[in-house]
């Protein structure tokens, strides 16, 4: 059982930027591959960011791709989403999720087993 609190959302001027952190209690958070997932009103919830078990790896929506990064602290059992040039159209509800199924799915919501509550990140101008 893995459980994530997210943290870090907010309201932020268009240009501007907002540092997700989620924090991970549990099983050993290692062995996990970690996922940054957003839902907007009325819209599915869609794919962000994911980084797999030792980080070495990672991959991104191609709608983030260049503004967003991510990185994990496996010592301190949290992984963070840096998103940089915020634009109107990224403001959603950002969930954190932990799985462990294929790195090639770690696209798909239903590779991942444990998902955190949400916090809001709205963009405004």
């Known amino acids: 059982q893995v459980q994530l609190v997210e943290s870090g959302g907010g309201l932020v001027q268009v240009g501007g930027s907002l540092r997700l952190s989620c924090a991970a209690s549990g099983r050993t958070f290692s062995n996990y591959y970690l996922g940054w997932f957003r839902q907007a009103p009325g819209k599915e919830r869609e794919f962000v960011s994911a980084?797999?078990?030792?980080?070495?790896?990672?991959n991104f929506a191609d709608s983030v791709k260049g503004r967003f990064t991510i990185s994990r602290d496996n010592a301190k059992n949290a992984v963070y989403l840096q998103m940089n040039s915020l634009k109107p159209e990224d403001t959603a509800i950002y969930y954190c999720?932990?799985?462990?199924?294929?790195?090639?799915?770690?696209?798909?919501?239903?590779?991942?087993?444990?998902w955190g509550q949400g916090t809001q990140v709205t963009a405004s101008s």
């Open positions: 980084i797999t078990g030792s980080g070495s790896y990672s």
């Open positions: 999720a932990a799985g462990s199924g294929g790195w090639t799915s770690s696209r798909v919501t239903t590779s991942y087993a444990y």
